[in-house]
Nanobody, 122 residues
């Protein structure tokens, strides 16, 4: 079974950038899509971005224009480039494998990473 490991989180000032990585222990080529979620303290986990196997991306309105998702199938890794970070982006970020079917994201709960903390603060 494929395991997912996120990295790249940390403390950054408002307006700064971070690039998160999600490395899979096996091939992600077979996954229709990968997703990035985040969960802030006291809030529900929310979907931030999805990246299909063909590179199509979709974003939550709150991050559109600031975050960019990508994937490198050869490295079995997906990325989330986060620019112009805001304090409200502070959360634990998770990657997930799933599928986009008829434009709808379907997560596969068998495949979650452990999360990486992103803190945006001055």
């Amino acid at each position: 079974q494929v395991q997912l490991v996120e990295s790249g989180g940390g403390l950054v000032q408002p307006g700064g950038s971070l690039r998160l990585s999600c490395a899979a222990s096996g091939s992600i080529f077979g996954f229709n899509a990968m997703g990035w979620y985040r969960q802030a303290p006291g809030k529900e986990r929310e979907l931030v971005a999805t990246i299909t196997s063909t590179g199509n991306t979709n974003y939550a309105d709150s991050v559109k224009g600031r975050f960019t998702g990508s994937r490198d199938n050869a490295k079995n890794t997906v990325y989330l480039q986060m620019n112009s970070l805001k304090p409200e982006d502070t959360a634990v970020y998770y990657c997930n494998a799933g599928a986009v079917v008829h434009g709808r994201w379907l997560p596969d709960d068998r495949y979650w990473g452990q999360g990486t903390q992103v803190t945006v603060s001055s």
